[in-house]
Nanobody
Framework: QVQLVESGGGLVQAGGSLRLSCAAS????????MGWYRQAPGKQRELVAS???????NYADSVKGRFTISRDNAKNTVYLQMNSLKPEDTAVYYC????????WGQGTQVTVSS
């Protein structure tokens, strides 16, 4: 059974940092590209960062230069380091594959106050 468990969210002031973690199980993590997504109230879920099995990365323009995605295949975990946070980064953050998504986890709430 596939599980994606996100953690590390919280309330932070603008300009602050958070590090999100996503623990994956139930599939062969190391061969799959992974992504971090976010969904703000009233908006569609969007992909903000992705990392391939070979660790090449891509970022949405809105987070480029501020967010860093990484992975630890030994721990079946993908991370999102978020720096210089802005109020518009406020959302629930999720991890999943880049395509053919598994069932979504519960996400982790990130709230950035101005």
């Amino acid at each position: 059974q596939v599980q994606l468990v996100e953690s590390g969210g919280g309330l932070v002031q603008a300009g602050g940092s958070l590090r999100l973690s996503c623990a994956a199980s139930g599939f062969i993590f190391r061969i799959n590209a992974m992504g971090w997504y976010r969904q703000a109230p009233g908006k569609q879920r969007e992909l903000v960062a992705s990392i391939s099995s070979l660790r090449s990365t891509n970022y949405a323009d809105s987070v480029k230069g501020r967010f860093t995605i990484s992975r630890d295949n030994a721990k079946n975990t993908v991370y999102l380091q978020m720096n210089s946070l802005k109020p518009e980064d406020t959302a629930v953050y999720y991890c999943n594959l880049i395509r053919d998504w598994y069932s979504w986890g519960q996400g982790t709430q990130v709230t950035v106050s101005s």
